[in-house]
């Protein structure tokens, strides 16, 4: 639901005015940052960013989301050898956790999960976390792989696709409000800043043979797409 921001106030130098839309402040904060650092008349791609485009996309996501960095988690650096740069994003993929019931809300908690995904995953010898985002259930957006790298998520899908998880298990518990309305403003702002039509944006089981992202989440993806 769109609500005026009623401050005035400068984001990186852009003057904010009373009653912007929201939409409006997520435009502003990208046009100043991210889009303009792309080529006129194309979308930000991820095999545009140098460190310093993704940082402003970083930055932006902080300032619209409850956003950690990968430090919050304190993740093990990458495995580089083992990455693929990224290719333009062009789709989402949404994802649980999908192991034991997860009603975590701390933020060590959530920190202490998201290291051993990420070990797990490089025992399986991924190169980082496979996705390049987490929602917990307080609904705050981790960052997980960098969106430098292509993400590793779907079986032979992960090119141009932006990986995103849900901890917890939705075939047996409910994903919770806050952690729906986290994956709502995380999807909100991927597609301002990459061409995502909502057509394109998809659970795990539309992609592949899998339960994943569970039944008691699924429809709540179904909407996103269906919503536009
Ligand atoms: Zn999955």
């Given at each position: 639901?769109?609500?005026?921001?009623?401050?005035?106030?400068?984001?990186d130098g852009i003057k904010l005015k009373t009653g912007w839309s929201r939409r409006d402040f997520v435009r502003a904060l990208l046009l100043g940052g991210v889009a303009m650092a792309a080529a006129p008349g194309?979308?930000?791609?991820?095999?545009?960013?140098?460190?310093?485009d993704l940082t402003r996309l970083y930055a932006a996501l902080v300032k619209e989301?409850?956003?950690?960095?990968?430090?919050?988690?304190?993740?093990?650096?990458?495995?580089r050898s083992r990455l693929r740069p990224a290719t333009p994003y062009k789709l989402l993929t949404v994802h649980h956790e999908g192991q034991h019931l997860n009603q975590h809300r701390l933020k060590g908690e959530i920190a202490a999960d998201i290291q051993n995904i990420q070990a797990g995953h490089c025992k399986r010898k991924y190169g980082d976390i496979a996705y390049h985002f987490i929602v917990d259930q307080a609904g705050r957006v981790w960052e997980g792989r960098s969106l430098q790298y292509q993400g590793a998520h779907v079986s032979d899908h992960n090119a141009g696709n932006v990986g995103i998880m849900l901890l917890g298990n939705f075939e047996?518990?409910?994903?919770?409000?806050?952690?729906?309305?986290?994956?709502?403003g995380l999807v909100g702002v991927l597609r301002q800043v990459f061409p995502i039509p909502a057509d394109r944006v998809y659970?795990?089981?539309d992609l592949a043979q899998t339960l994943c992202p569970g039944a008691r989440l699924y429809p709540h993806i179904a909407r996103m797409r269906t919503a536009g």
């Amino acid at each position: 639901m769109a609500h005026p921001y009623v401050m005035n106030m400068s984001v990186d130098g852009i003057k904010l005015k009373t009653g912007w839309s929201r939409r409006d402040f997520v435009r502003a904060l990208l046009l100043g940052g991210v889009a303009m650092a792309a080529a006129p008349g194309r979308a930000f791609a991820a095999s545009d960013a140098k460190g310093k485009d993704l940082t402003r996309l970083y930055a932006a996501l902080v300032k619209e989301l409850n956003f950690c960095r990968k430090s919050a988690w304190a993740g093990e650096d990458p495995i580089r050898s083992r990455l693929r740069p990224a290719t333009p994003y062009k789709l989402l993929t949404v994802h649980h956790e999908g192991q034991h019931l997860n009603q975590h809300r701390l933020k060590g908690e959530i920190a202490a999960d998201i290291q051993n995904i990420q070990a797990g995953h490089c025992k399986r010898k991924y190169g980082d976390i496979a996705y390049h985002f987490i929602v917990d259930q307080a609904g705050r957006v981790w960052e997980g792989r960098s969106l430098q790298y292509q993400g590793a998520h779907v079986s032979d899908h992960n090119a141009g696709n932006v990986g995103i998880m849900l901890l917890g298990n939705f075939e047996r518990q409910q994903p919770s409000e806050q952690q729906l309305t986290g994956l709502n403003g995380l999807v909100g702002v991927l597609r301002q800043v990459f061409p995502i039509p909502a057509d394109r944006v998809y659970g795990h089981c539309d992609l592949a043979q899998t339960l994943c992202p569970g039944a008691r989440l699924y429809p709540h993806i179904a909407r996103m797409r269906t919503a536009g």
